[in-house]
């Protein structure tokens, strides 16, 4: 009984961690799943947002719907985003997608609210439904 719910813990945990932990880079989609121009994604009574621009320049946009807190919270449960934890909260590197690793490549994503580069990480980034936020690949 005692292997069961120490089980049952385990796999809890990292379900719970899965946005804050680095994913494959080589994964088709290191995030979860890539999401198209236009969607809007996840279900819930906040409305917010989104744009990507990725290192080709091009921006798709996108609409967020959810009854999280935080931005961050948001595109994790959604599995828009993953990341590593550190001392300043969720490092983002996959977005929809795509990897970026600045000690690999010398790019990252910055996260940005209503065209401004944001003062705090994404994980600590209250939803405003009427900021506008974006990730850009610099």
Sequence with gaps: MKKVILT????????LSACSFG???????????????????GEGEKSFS???TGTDGETDSFTVK???????AALCEIDFIA???SQY???????NGVTLDFDKDQKY??????GEYAQY????TDIDEGAEYAFVAE
């Design 8 to 15: 049952f813990i385990i796999a809890g945990s990292v379900v």
């Design 23 to 41: 994913k494959d880079s080589d994964s088709d989609s290191a995030a979860g799943r890539i999401a198209k121009d236009g969607e809007t994604l």
């Design 50 to 52: 989104l744009s990507v």
């Design 66 to 72: 959810t009854d999280e807190q935080t931005v961050g």
């Design 83 to 85: 990341g590593e934890d």
């Design 89 to 95: 909260g969720l490092y983002v590197k996959t977005v």
């Design 109 to 114: 994503w910055a996260f940005y609210v209503d």
């Design 121 to 124: 990480g994404v994980d600590m």
